[in-house]
């Protein structure tokens, strides 16, 4: 069975702000022509490396964001690169790229043009601030969209004398792509009816602007500003703490704690299972928290006898966490009904029984290796049209004859081509 | 103001002519908080015509950004929640009670007329319901169900229960936010909620796109931490492949970038109370701009000069570059920087971007919409602007039971003495 996106040609210029967004459809059954210049993108160049051997085709971040894609390489900046992209262009359904704005056009591959010869095409730029307006062509990172865009303020610590924190693993980028994936659907599926193309512009300043929650409504709606917390929602007042340590050093976030009578009892039969009841002597609030109808919020604070009620269910679980290794902390309240989350490293979790039972862990063969290498898999689970990683990230030039041969070029063209550094 | 190549949603003239990009698709909304309903909005705003549907009994309490603040005056209640808003524009919205038989059988003959069902329940609720996907399958053939929960419906956690902090913490994203031996930061927000509805829309619109080629609909099984420990793929890689593990002395540094490796790298204190200044050195062209630009005698140092002498000093690079941005205000600072072409930012309070920033601004990112108790209120609009068929947002989120007329009498032909029966049986 094929991907939902089978069918859909993807030209992308290679390019850290686009790879999510191509390997998104690519692991859709989309077919994404990843098209690097002839001594290989940037991305393969820096480290991780597998055996930890600095070598382009071994490049890990890389071989992530570039699974399911075929690989072609062309120098667009030469008048006969042009001329060649020019054509691949007229191959594809979308066009994927993340250039800073006004290069493309610098170089005489311009998208406007582009969409006027090719009126079904699909043109999705991804920028960090959009293809125009008064910061396009402000140089940034990763972390500098996240400080604009409102995550950084929101991250960090109670204590304020540390810096905010940004979020690692390149969220803003994910961000972007996500957003240009969702609007180049959109276009697509317009397309089906309407035959025409488009202009797609994807703006991942903005993206983090609006992937901020509170942060942003709390201003919006009543002028208020968020503070960051430890490990929780960043909040106009403080709000205790939800991350605890447990008895093997790792975390856990504990969740809200009980509100119910249920809840309660929950609870407290988890401590008396567990031999704690004399080592804590607050469990007659617990008994208490049993007898109320129901936890009212915005009393907490102004009632006493209730104050103490919710201190104590969160006590009781920060006395368990202690006492049990973070993992079993964390399954044991989740079976009892109270949920909480073991903080795992993203290493952990491919070896966690769930995740490995749903088959999340997916192994890829890399012939050149001798070996399997296995990936994080999918991130949803189409019944009918399966995701798929069909295959390794493509060595530099791998589908040169494949695609070029659409465009009727024969091995010793390419050859010449090849000579002249053109691909 | 819009720039002039970028037309948005409410001036384009095509948009008025039809229903937008997405006008054809109709959609069976079961979803809500923001994991839910954060995807139904980015369709919504398309055009696809999204029906909420929501209990009269509990009044919609499910959702709990309902009547949960920020509210925009003193007023509380179940339609004034800024969240709900925020998350539910362009929506309609319908009551139904499914405990009853005729609930059952109106939700059955809504499904009839949708393309998709869409829900964020806890897995197996649907089932419960009586509307799992087989159930689905039977009345409407083509009927594309996406189902988001915290671990999927199948597997050993499949019951259990999760909200965006414990999605983050379990899929490794928590542990990935932190400075060194400090417990982990995490997110300062639902992260993974607000995710979690971007893949969501994604799965609703491949499925689209496919039953338009192949009038196949399909179920769509999506576990908010799969999508969550996606996101972290190059540390996985380093772990599979070279056994390197996220958890080990020092690590994580994430205010810091390893892969490329650039120095500085950082978020550091300027003047003023809470103020601070991202700054990140992509290369030796960056780190000579930014010398240029302090001019302290530290950026003369040798040792400094390039790469691989900044990261080998990092510490001493950062506190020696902490005494000039802690002299400094951090817009200011980062103006300087940007200007000399070194990638800076101030890190932004909610109030600087939204009202200062003239990127947010020109793109038009804060669009006005009409809510029918609260008035005008300001909400997030779209990171994306498509050249011929854009979004626009302008309805406010639905009150409680707002559109049943428009539904149960405009789409299911009933009467409107039906209605008011239907009212005073509860079923509504």
Redesign the interface.
Known sequence: MAG?????RVLELAHERTAFAGK?LAD?GADVRLLEPPDGC?QR????F???HPDPERN??F???NTSKRGITLDVETPRGRELAGALIGLVDVVLEGEDPGWLTAIGVDATAELARNPALVWVSITP???????AH????????????????????DD?S????????N?AY???A??????L??????R??SG?G??????????C??????????????????Q???????SLARTPP??A?CADGR???T?VPPRTPEQFRRLRQWLVDLGLVEEFPEIFLLDMGMERDHIDWSSVGKDEELTAIVAAGRDAIVLIAARLPAVDF?RQA?ER?I????????????DD???R??G??VDVEHPELGRT?????????????PWRLSRRAPRLGEHNAAVYGELGLTSADLVALRAQRIV | MPVAERPIATTCAEQGSSRGALGHVRICDFSGQLAGAGATKFLAAFGAQVIRIEDPVRQGRWDILRGAPPFPDERRGINLGGGFNNHNTEKLGITLNLRRPRGRELLERLVRICDVVAENFAAGVMERLGFGYERLRELQPDVIYVSNSGFGATGPYRRFKTWGPIVQAVSGLTFTSGLPDREPAGWGYSYMDHTGGYYMAIAILMALYHRARTGEGQWVDMACTEAGATLNGPAILDFTVNGHPMRRPGSPHSNRHEWPPMAPHGIYPALGDDAWIAIACRDDVDWRALAGVIDRPFTREARFADLAGRLAAQDELDAALVGWTGEHDEHAAARALVAAGVPAAAVARPEDRIERDPNTAEWGLWPEVEHRMMGRVRVDGLPVHLSRTDWSIARGAPCLGEHNERVFCELLGLGRDELDALRADGVI
């Open positions: 939902p996106l089978e069918g859909v998104l859709a940037a160049r820096h480290a991780p597998a055996g930890d890990l971040s071989w992530h964001y601030f959009g293809r125009s307006g008064a910061r402000d140089p940034a990172t990763d972390l500098t969209l996240l400080a604009s865009g409102g995550p950084v303020w929101s991250c960090g610590y304020h540390a810096p905010p924190v940004r979020g690692g693993g969220q994910h961000t972007g996500h957003f240009a994936v969702m609007a659907l959109v276009a697509l599926i317009e089906q009816r025409r488009q202009l797609v512009d994807v703006n991942i300043h903005a993206a602007n609006v992937t901020t929650e509170f942060a942003t409504y709390e201003w919006l709606v009543a002028h208020g500003t968020v960051r917390q430890t490990g929780r929602h960043a939800t991350q340590r975390y856990a976030n969740g964390f989740q009904g949920p909480v989350g073991v903080i795992y490293a993203p290493e952990e979790v491919l029984p769930h995740f039972a749903r999340f862990p290498v296995t990936y994080p898999g999918a991130p949803y689970r189409f019944t009918g049209t």
